[in-house]
């Protein structure tokens, strides 16, 4: 079965920019949802943002829309998820996940494959 792995997390100042990148293993994306979602130390985990694999449609919290942009490379068989203008409070474990879901779901409830999450560190 499919394994996720995510990885560009880092430190990086406020204002600056990183680029997240979600890899599968054991099979390629083909269809469903691919999610990014965050959490806090002591936070629930929450949804920032998705795409669909076919047509690529995408769907974002409002808390990074306008920031945040969520894509993906066919070629490659990877997500990214291109982080800019990041404020403190975007400091959090990153994980992506997968849903067999035709739309974008928000809940983790409808993701059923998580990767091991990336830490990014905004500093003031």
């Known amino acids: 079965q499919v394994q996720l792995v995510e990885s560009g997390g880092g430190l990086v100042q406020a204002g600056g920019s990183l680029r997240l990148s979600c890899g599968a293993s054991?099979?390629?994306?083909?269809?469903?949802?691919i999610g990014w979602f965050r959490q806090a130390p002591g936070k629930e985990r929450e949804f920032i943002a998705g795409?669909?694999?076919?047509?690529?449609?995408?769907y974002y919290a409002d808390s990074v829309k306008d920031r945040f942009t969520i894509s993906r490379d066919s070629i490659e068989n990877t997500v990214y998820l291109q982080m800019n203008s990041l404020k403190p409070e975007d400091t959090a474990i990153y994980y992506c996940?997968?849903?067999?879901?035709?739309?974008?779901?928000?809940?983790?409830?409808?993701?059923?494959?998580w990767g091991q999450g990336t830490q990014v560190t905004v500093s003031s």
């Open positions: 996940a997968t849903s067999r879901r035709w739309g974008i779901p928000t809940t983790t409830q409808d993701y059923d494959t």
């Open positions: 054991g099979r390629t994306f083909s269809s469903g949802v």
């Open positions: 795409i669909r694999w076919i047509a690529a449609n995408t």
